[in-house]
Antibody
Framework: QVTLRESGPALVKPTQTLTLTCTFSGFSLSTSGMCVSWIRQPPGKALEWLARIDWDDDKYYSTSLKTRLTISKDTSKNQVVLTMTNMDPVDTATYYC?????????????????WGQGTLVTVSS | DIQMTQSPSTLSASVGDRVTITCRASQSISSWLAWYQQKPGKAPKLLIYKASSLESGVPSRFSGSGSGTEFTLTISSLQPDDFATYYCQQSWTFGQGTKVEIK
């Protein structure tokens, strides 16, 4: 059974750094073609892709947020970590991690078959 | 970056209606498009991938079509459980969503 769970602070102050952890089970991020992404959704708004890390440790970032994001993985702990620096109230959102299975991935595109339940992060002083 | 534009933004329909949602890409994406359903307070759920492939466990009343720059999601007979927001996705880009409301 595949599960993903996001964890991290519910409240951060402006200018602080946010660290979120995605802990997953039921699959290995060492498997060829397996990837995990972070996606966020401000209240009442659309989904926004943030970053992706692949089984071979390749990393990809949103063009608009690239300078603020770092994604990493700990395969032994089945975790993917996202850090976002210089948080601002506009970064208030529900943050999701989601899996890309090899059957849903190739060089032309990819899709998410399992998602975490999301964690709401509010940025406020 | 590729932009994905959905229409309409909101759709009012009744149980049993046939519903169609459109997603247009700013440039050709071949068949690399997915559709998700999201209910309030929940994570998105994958319905369709590669434009027309039905994800396992998704009811057959959902179907997808299209290629290049224009895609559609069709619900053949709307059920009470289908009132939700639907998003198209091409890799790192999502559409802005279409909310399907009760008429």
């Amino acid at each position: 059974q595949v599960t993903l769970r996001e964890s991290g602070p519910a409240l951060v102050k402006p200018t602080q750094t946010l660290t979120l952890t995605c802990t997953f089970s039921g699959f290995s991020l060492s498997t060829s073609g397996m990837c995990v992404s972070w996606i966020r959704q401000p209240p009442g708004k659309a989904l926004e892709w943030l970053a992706r890390i692949d089984w071979d440790d390749d990393k990809y970032y949103s063009t608009s947020l690239k300078t603020r994001l770092t994604i990493s993985k700990d395969t032994s702990k089945n975790q993917v970590v996202l850090t976002m620096t210089n948080m601002d109230p506009v970064d208030t959102a529900t943050y999701y991690c989601a899996r890309i299975h090899p059957r849903l991935y190739d060089s032309s595109g990819y899709y998410y078959d399992y998602w975490g339940q999301g964690t709401l992060v509010t940025v406020s002083s | 970056d590729i932009q994905m534009t959905q229409s309409p933004s909101t759709l009012s329909a009744s149980v049993g209606d046939r519903v169609t949602i459109t997603c247009r890409a700013s440039q050709s994406i071949s068949s690399w498009l997915a559709w998700y359903q999201q209910k309030p307070g929940k994570a998105p759920k994958l319905l369709i991938y590669k434009a027309s492939s039905l994800e396992s466990g998704v009811p057959s009343r959902f179907s997808g079509s299209g290629s290049g720059t224009e895609f559609t999601l069709t619900i053949s007979s709307l059920q009470p459980d289908d009132f939700a927001t639907y998003y198209c996705q091409q890799s790192w880009t999502f559409g802005q969503g279409t909310k399907v409301e009760i008429k």
